[in-house]
């Protein structure tokens, strides 16, 4: 039985006013009580863990005030900068990227210097620095949806550096991402088709009408607006004929762009299926038949439900029954449409609906490898340079980045072209992110943090109340760290094992921390951290 099934079977015998309690909630607005414990339940799936003081601030704002300043609070970043030296050839010969001097951004440099190895060398070096630089954005984020929603739209229209092999088209692309996260799908989806690096990355620059390239035309499709299922009866010959379509788009590195070659366009009319009702999109300019292709798609009800369901599986659960179809998907498919498929509004009634707060879609999904490194960094307050700062900054994002490749999240180069399996394969979904290789890495991972101390666990202790009472102290600190609840019994194994030294006289804590004990309390809270981190509660999000 999965923990939403138990809950179930808890919930069925509570009753309210003389009434079985409801097991299911839509999208009504949510009239629930606004603790603590829902407060950080929106901030670890808005944000990237949630700190002690956001919570605190978030508790002061009404529900509706705290999303709308999640979904406001947007930002323009500065790019990211040089933060490499001199690059050293075959034959010890050192070259410099002449074009960029060190904290000067690379991002409109075309990089031509040098023989081809040197410029890949520089290429890579760069794309070395994009990584870190979003990475200082993610650890470094305000209290804003912004760095969900980034990776979000980096998942859904996934492109992979290895093969774009482009500093400049990737960072264009996530500029692209970043500026349209929370704004209209339909400009996003055109946007997209036409940038470089997914010109690049699905083919598109080489599609001609001598020779129509079906590659993007099936994925824009079938991943990135229609969607595969019963409900999706685009055609062969819809690709074929938004094939066409997309036909004479090209690229060019200096400066870094996409251009439209009139003599590489089909100009004949595309005529699609019964599923598009019979559109022709007669040949001419192919911007405003790129246009027209994306109105034609984002007409049907399946494009909205479709990013709606992606939506629901980023932040609320992966799991998409009859009855979530029903009353939640279908009416946020209605509302996207009708705001002309801007997202902010459609995730706004989302986010403050009854159904995003129901207890059964709380701690019902397992930390992704970025929330969970990320997340945890953040929530035990460890301070990190600005994001601008590439001396001291860039080394530690590049750790963040690193960590989180390593368990199997790496930026800038998800899987393949559908993105992170943990999204959408069924049926297993975020279980995937937890596996016999990445679990031992977690484990490593926060017993490092603990061990260096990294994370300081006496400051997180003094969050409690009442830190030299063992039992507040535990009630405290795993009601911050953990989403799922420890049981009593949990809790008693917990006190006499790490603070107790398996002595059940609850004093022996009191007396240490009383006293200040320092060799006794921090060795103490050490392995109790680590033993709480490698719990699987601390694993739900």
Same mark, same amino acid.
């Given at each position: 039985m999965d923990r939403r099934d138990f809950i179930k079977s808890i919930r069925r015998n509570i009753k309210t006013n003389g009434k079985h309690k409801s097991m299911f909630s839509g999208l009504a607005p949510y009239a629930g009580n606004w603790t603590a414990n829902e407060v950080t339940h929106l901030l670890k799936r808005t944000m990237f863990g949630a700190k002690k003081e956001d919570v605190d601030?978030? $508790?002061?704002? /009404?529900?509706? =005030? =705290?999303?709308?300043?999640?979904? %406001? /609070?947007?930002?323009?970043p500065g790019p990211p900068v040089r933060d490499y030296g001199l690059i050293e050839d075959e034959f010890g010969v050192m070259w410099d990227d002449v074009g960029v001097p060190q904290g000067q951004t690379w991002v409109n440099d075309p990089n031509t210097m040098g023989n081809p190895g040197i410029i890949s060398a520089i %290429? %890579? $070096?760069?794309? /070395? /620095? $994009?990584?870190?630089w979003w990475a200082g954005l993610i650890v470094n984020q305000g209290r804003s949806i912004q760095e969900k929603m980034v990776l979000f739209w980096h998942h859904h229209f996934s492109v992979q550096e290895t093969e774009v092999q482009n500093a400049q088209f990737l960072y264009r692309h996530h500029a692209l991402l970043r500026s349209n996260a929370l704004g209209s799908f339909k400009t996003l989806l055109k946007e997209v088709t036409i940038d470089p690096a997914m010109l690049v990355h699905l083919n598109g620059y080489v599609n001609s009408k001598q020779a129509p390239d079906e590659n993007y035309a099936r994925e824009m499709q079938e991943l990135f607006s229609i969607g595969r299922g019963n409900d999706s009866h685009y055609t062969e010959n819809d690709v074929i004929a938004a094939a066409r379509v997309l036909t004479g788009w090209r690229v060019k590195a200096d400066p870094p762009s996409s251009y439209f070659d009139a003599g590489a366009h089909d100009t004949g009319s595309k005529t699609f299926s019964d599923f598009y009702n019979n559109t022709t999109i007669p040949g001419g300019d192919g911007e405003q038949e790129i246009e027209a292709l994306v109105n034609m798609i984002c007409s049907t009800t399946e494009a909205a439900r479709f990013i709606c369901r992606k939506l629901y599986r980023w932040f609320v659960y992966y799991q998409i029954d009859d009855a979530v179809e029903a009353e939640v998907i279908i009416p946020m498919a209605t509302i996207l449409q009708s705001n002309n498929f801007e997202i902010k509004p459609t995730l706004s009634v989302l986010l403050k609906s009854e159904h995003f707060f129901d207890i059964l879609n709380q701690a019902c999904y397992i930390k992704s490898p970025l929330d969970f490194v990320v997340g945890t960094l953040r929530e035990f307050n460890v301070s990190f340079p600005a994001y601008t700062n590439y001396t001291a900054g860039y080394p530690l994002f590049y750790s963040l980045y690193r960590n989180a490749a390593e368990m199997q999240q790496e930026l800038f180069q998800p899987p393949d072209v559908s993105g992170w399996p943990s999204y959408y394969q069924e049926p297993m979904f975020y279980e995937i992110w937890v596996n016999s290789n990445s679990l031992p890495k977690r484990a490593d991972y926060t017993d490092a943090l603990v061990n260096g101390s990294i994370i300081d666990v006496r400051a997180f202790a003094n969050y409690s109340s009442n830190p030299a009472d063992p039992n507040q102290l535990i009630n405290d600190i795993t009601a911050l760290m953990l989403r799922y609840p420890l049981s009593a019994g949990s809790k008693t194994y917990v006190k006499n094992r790490f603070l107790l030294n398996n002595v059940p006289d609850d004093t022996i804590w009191t007396n240490a921390w009383n006293s200040n004990n320092n060799s006794v309390i921090n060795n103490s809270l050490k392995e109790m951290f680590k033993f709480l981190m490698n719990l699987p509660e601390f694993h739900l999000c």
């Open positions: 601030y978030f $508790l002061t704002l /009404s529900p509706d =005030a =705290a999303i709308d300043e999640l979904l %406001n /609070s947007v930002t323009v %290429n %890579n $070096l760069r794309v /070395s /620095s $994009l990584r870190k």
